[in-house]
Nanobody, 110 residues
């Protein structure tokens, strides 16, 4: 089992940016990593994923605005979020295989 700890969430105005970080207690080198989000009253959804081979994919709603990246040497995964919209408000979770972090709240509001 791996411990995943997210950070970097907060309150930001529409159009602003945030960078989320996820640090894993064990290696992420051989794993696909993902960022998910869950808004109140909605199902958890995939936002962005980074495969162990280096490929990435994004939800249509964030393409061109969000970027996932990883530092395997440091067991870190990042989610750079630009041009944030109120509909991006959610708790954001990091995932490795069957393990989840505790989440970090992102609120986009003026």
């Amino acid at each position: 089992q791996v411990q995943l700890v997210e950070s970097g969430g907060g309150l930001v105005q529409p159009g602003g940016s945030l960078r989320l970080s996820c640090v894993a207690s064990r290696s992420i080198f051989m794993y696909d990593m993902g960022w998910y989000r869950q808004a109140p009253g909605k199902q958890r959804e995939l936002v962005a994923a980074s495969s162990s081979s280096g490929s990435t994919n994004y939800a249509d709603s964030v393409k061109g605005r969000f970027t996932i990246s990883r530092d395997n040497a440091k067991n870190l995964v990042y989610l750079q979020m630009n041009s944030l919209k109120p509909e991006d408000t959610a708790v954001y979770y990091c995932k490795r295989a069957g393990d989840w972090g505790q989440g970090t709240q992102v609120t986009v509001s003026s």
